[in-house]
Each structure stands twice: as structure tokens, then as C-alpha cells.
């Protein structure tokens, strides 16, 4: 679409290319007929410009159009007149960085420069005989006069085309090392810090913050993660902002939800979309918020903001920052489903330890109630030799229960390293075990073997084997137990075992309310896809097998 330069106030670098001379005796023919119909040819160069196909009037006065098309001819007279394509370079190159900007190409420019021609032409057949040998050297000067202006304007083109590549893989290369750094974590709010820092970088906005779509809850949740130095700015007081309802958001933010598309607001005083009691509360004077959008749902919102003046932001500006969030919305995404897997994983295991408190510590609570009451039922009626063995049974039940709290602690304060692995920390456990609980524990491992387990899986064998090591210290009567790990068919193998007296494993499993720690042990290894088998009979010893998958390329994070 042909559209006529609104204005010609930016030149590109100076000397970018370079001037062309002539070496021959100006056109003065030429240069008189142009001279003498300047006014008549711009008018008639500006309605040929107007009635060609696809033209988009610029909406600036007429006026202004005939200045700009008079400088021009007047370029173009003083290169025939001179012999030098100074101003007319300086001209065209004026022309074309605006034609350029305004989202147009060369064939704009080249267009004009034609229409150019075939105005002047018009008055140089109307004042020279046609076919003269005049006519014909003002037709030549006019083609390369022209030529030399189409040829400038590839070259320019040329050189503005290949910046515009070169920034845009300088864009490209930046929103890549974003998505790397944001995709190397799974840490929401270190996710958030590095997506931040990258919008505040492209926009120039020191202070931003983040508002999280809870889908599940129906919530906007403030999500702080901006260095703000600032007292009571917006982005260091979301922290302290409440959680949203979606039913009751404000106008921009349904925009932000609805149009999935960015807002701007230059002033957030007179913007209708913004509440003007919050902006004047956190001191916000131009704000740009922008939706981090997944498979068409707003998962997250990024606000930048200014606090010390009002500023617009370009388009360039705005497209960058999102081009940020459409690159590293899965990344948010999968921070925020990794920290609710995480989340889910803290409220299990706070209800398998509360079970396995129950089942430790709240039985023998009982039992202890129950021994005293009889004890002091006992001295009541004189019976004072079976008080005296109801106190005897208490004492060894209150240290039994004091071992059990003390072996507990002593178990949750074991955790897997992720510089040492598994099965260094095993070995320190079981070192340290020996020592307090005197059962001679011996560990074996396959030479070589390459675990391959997951942080979490890891943790969840050590738990299996504390509480594997547990029974075999109240229920066994060993003094020695063995431990077996080994690789078989793709899976990590690994079996507790004593000579203790053994039990009934369907029994025991049949016995509602009591023996929870065996229901503990199946549900963490059912927990990281493993199986547990639980081998023994009475006065055999028991054998507990763990089986858990291993992966070929090691654990994750």
C-alpha cells in the first residue's frame, strides 16, 4: 500500500553512502523547465501520488504534502544542476527511513520517485518539440538522475534490512538465554526473578511485580519477587496485598484475562480501567502490564511500573516483553505445578509422620494411662505387690517410648544429600545406628551400581529402611540385620533382613488400627512407583523387599 511520508525529520548515519557526481554540462534546458513550473509539477506529482492504487492518505494537511514534495524536485534540480546527488541522497534518505518506519517497503519510495518523473516529463513534451535531440537529452538526464535514485534507495534498503535482521537475531539470541535460564529451574520464585529481570531490561522498568492465576481456587494471587528499594512501592508492597477473587477483578485486569493481549496505561490517573485509590497508594504513574499465556489460559500477570514519571512505551518495547512471556509461560507453569507436587508431597509426608507417631507414641501413651490407672486401683485397695509390677511395666514403657521419640528424631534428621547421594548417607545412618541401638547392622552393595533414583525416591527408600530397621529393633529380637542393593531387570532391588522371631505378615496386615508403619512402608513405595513385599514367619525371621525403577541417565532434581 503506497503511503506518503507524514514527515522527514530522521537521517540515517552520515557517510553511509557514498556521493555520485557528474562530470558532464548540466541540463540547462531541463533544469529551466523545471525551474519555472516547480509549483505546477509538485501539484501534479502529489495527484498522481493520490490516485495510485492502495494509497493511504496520512492525515497531515496538503500543505505540508506540497512542501515535502517541493523539497524534492528542488533535490533533484540541484543534482542536475550540480552534478551532485548530495541533498537528493539526503532527501530520498530521509524519505525512505520514514516510509521504512511507517511499516511500507522500497517499492514505496522507488513508486514516487517514478511519478516523479512522469510529471516532469509532462511539462518537458509540452515545452520541447517531441523527438527533439533536447527532448531526448532531458529524458536521458531525468533516467539517470532516476537511476541513481533507485539505486541508492536499494542499497539503503539493503543496509536498513540487514540492521533489522541482525537486531532481530540479537532479539532472538536474548529471548533463547531467557528461556534457558528461566527452563533451567523449577523454583518459582527464581523463575520469576530471571522473567522479571528480562521484562524490566527490554521495557526499562525498574519495578515490577507478579500476580498468579490460581484456576483451581478462582484466585489473582500477588506474587513478589522485584528488589524494589522503593518504600511502599507497588511491586515491594504486593507481598503484603491480599489474594484476589477472579469475580472481582478490576477493568484491567479482566482485559488482561479476557483479551489475553497487553494493557498500557500512561497515566493511571485519568486511565478508567485502573483503581485510582491503589495507584495513588502505591504511587504508580504509568504502568504495563502484560499476560503470560499457556495453551490459551492467562496463567501469570507481569506489572511494570514508574513511580517518579509518566512515560508511553513503543511498540518494539511492548513486543519484546511479549515475546518474553510467550516464550517462558510453560516455564512459570511447570515452576508453579512443580511447587504444588511439592506441596502435596509436605502434606503426605506430615500425615504418614503423624500416623507413624500414632502408631509409636499415642499406643504407648495409652498403655501408660491404662498401667497407672491400674496401679493406683492397686494402691487403693493395698494391693500393693501388683502396683508394684504395674510401676515396674511403666518404667519399661516409658523408656521404650522414650527410644521410639528419640529414634524418630534421630530418623527425620537423616537427609539424602544431593552432593553425597544415597548411599553415603545410608551408610553414615547405619554407622550411627549401631552405636545407639546395638543391633549389628551390615550393608551390601552390587559393585558398581549406579542408583539412578530421584531426589524424592531417594528419600523414600531412606524412610522405608528407617522404619524397616525399627521393626527389626522392637519386634524382632535380632541383634543383627542385613541390608541387600542391587540392580535386576531395570529396577533398584533392595531387601531388609533379620533372624528374628518373625511374624504372620497376614495377621498382622489384618489387624485395623495397629501395625500402621507396614501400611506407611507400602504407601511410600507405592508413592515413587515401587513395590514392597513383606516375607516372614513365626520364629523365621522376616524378610522386607523394596523394588523401585531405576533410570538409565540417573535422578532428577
Not at 520514514?98 to 513534451?125: C, P, Q, W, Y
Not at 509461560?329 to 509422620?353: P, S
Not at 493406683?376 to 493395698?382: E, F, K, T
Not at 523414600?460 to 541383634?479: C, F, P, S, W, Y
Request: glycine share 6%.
Amino acid at each position: 500500500m503506497l503511503v506518503f511520508a507524514q514527515s522527514l525529520g530522521s537521517t540515517p548515519k552520515d557517510g553511509a553512502y557514498p556521493q555520485m557526481e557528474h562530470q558532464t554540462q548540466p541540463p540547462r534546458e531541463l533544469i529551466a523547465i523545471l525551474g519555472s513550473n516547480r509549483e505546477e509539477l509538485c501539484t501534479a506529482w502529489i495527484d498522481l501520488i493520490q490516485r495510485s492504487p492502495g494509497y493511504q492518505a496520512p492525515g497531515q494537511p496538503t500543505i505540508d504534502l506540497y512542501l515535502l514534495a517541493m523539497r524534492g524536485l528542488d533535490a533533484v534540480i540541484e543534482a542536475l544542476s550540480t552534478g551532485s546527488y548530495a541533498t537528493l541522497e539526503t532527501y530520498l534518505a530521509r524519505l525512505n527511513h520514514t516510509i521504512l518506519s511507517m511499516g511500507s517497503d522500497i517499492a514505496e519510495a522507488n513508486h514516487m520517485m517514478f511519478l516523479l518523473k512522469e510529471s516532469a516529463m509532462s511539462a518537458v513534451r509540452r515545452d520541447l518539440p517531441p523527438g527533439s535531440a533536447a527532448a531526448l537529452a532531458a529524458c536521458g538526464r531525468l533516467d539517470a538522475c532516476l537511476d541513481h535514485a533507485v539505486t541508492f534507495l536499494a542499497r539503503q534498503y539493503a543496509s536498513a534490512t540487514n540492521d533489522r535482521l541482525r537486531q532481530r537475531q540479537q532479539q532472538t539470541a536474548t529471548l533463547l538465554e531467557i528461556v534457558q535460564a528461566a527452563a533451567s529451574t523449577l523454583d518459582l520464585d527464581e523463575v520469576l526473578h530471571r522473567v522479571g529481570d528480562a521484562i524490566s531490561a527490554v521495557v526499562g522498568l525498574p519495578h515490577y511485580g507478579f500476580r498468579l492465576i490460581d484456576e483451581e481456587r478462582h484466585l489473582l494471587i500477588p506474587h513478589y519477587v522485584a528488589e524494589a528499594e522503593r518504600s511502599g512501592s507497588f511491586s515491594a508492597s504486593s507481598s503484603r496485598m491480599p489474594a484476589l477473587p477472579l469475580s472481582g477483578l478490576d477493568a484491567l485486569e479482566r482485559h488482561l484475562l479476557e483479551k489475553k493481549e497487553p494493557a498500557i496505561c500512561v497515566n493511571t490517573e485519568t486511565d478508567p480501567r485502573v483503581v485510582r485509590s491503589l495507584t495513588r497508594l502505591y504511587g504508580i504513574k504509568s504502568m504495563l502490564a502484560i499476560p503470560f499465556v499457556v495453551k490459551g489460559r492467562v496463567v501469570a500477570i507481569a506489572f511494570g511500573c514508574t513511580y517518579d514519571e509518566y512515560r508511553d512505551f513503543t511498540q518494539e518495547e511492548i513486543d519484546l516483553a511479549c515475546g518474553i512471556a510467550n516464550a517462558v509461560g510453560l516455564a512459570i507453569e511447570n515452576a508453579r505445578l512443580y511447587q504444588r507436587v511439592k506441596e502435596m508431597a509436605i502434606v503426605e509426608e506430615r500425615d504418614r509422620l503423624a500416623r507413624e507417631m500414632h502408631d509409636n507414641v499415642a499406643q504407648a501413651l495409652s498403655t501408660l494411662q491404662l498401667k497407672a490407672s491400674q496401679a493406683a486401683a492397686y494402691l487403693a485397695h493395698g494391693r500393693t505387690q501388683e502396683a508394684k509390677g504395674n510401676l515396674d511395666e511403666l518404667e519399661d514403657m516409658i523408656s521404650e517410648a522414650h527410644t521410639d521419640v528419640r529414634e524418630a528424631i534421630f530418623d527425620m534428621r537423616t537427609i539424602v544429600s544431593p552432593a553425597d547421594g544415597l548411599l553415603p548417607t545410608l551408610q553414615d545412618y547405619l554407622d550411627a545406628y549401631r552405636t545407639h541401638y546395638g543391633v549389628d547392622v551390615q550393608m551390601s552393595v552390587q559393585d558398581g551400581l549406579e542408583l539412578g533414583l530421584a531426589r524424592d525416591a531417594e528419600f523414600q527408600v531412606l524412610r522405608i529402611i528407617q522404619e524397616a530397621l525399627t521393626n527389626v529393633r522392637k519386634h524382632a529380637d535380632a541383634g543383627r540385620a542385613t541390608i541387600d542393593i542391587r540392580l535386576e531387570d531395570s529396577h533398584v532391588r533392595i531387601s531388609v533382613s533379620d533372624e528374628g522371631r518373625g511374624f504372620d505378615p497376614v495377621h498382622v496386615m489384618g489387624q485395623a488400627g495397629r501395625h500402621m508403619g507396614l501400611q506407611v512402608m507400602r504407601e511410600r513405595a507405592d508413592s515413587i512407583g515401587g513395590t514392597l513385599k513383606i516375607e516372614s514367619h513365626p520364629g523365621q525371621g522376616s524378610h522386607i523387599i523394596l523394588s523401585v525403577p531405576s533410570s538409565p541417565n540417573g535422578g532428577t532434581p
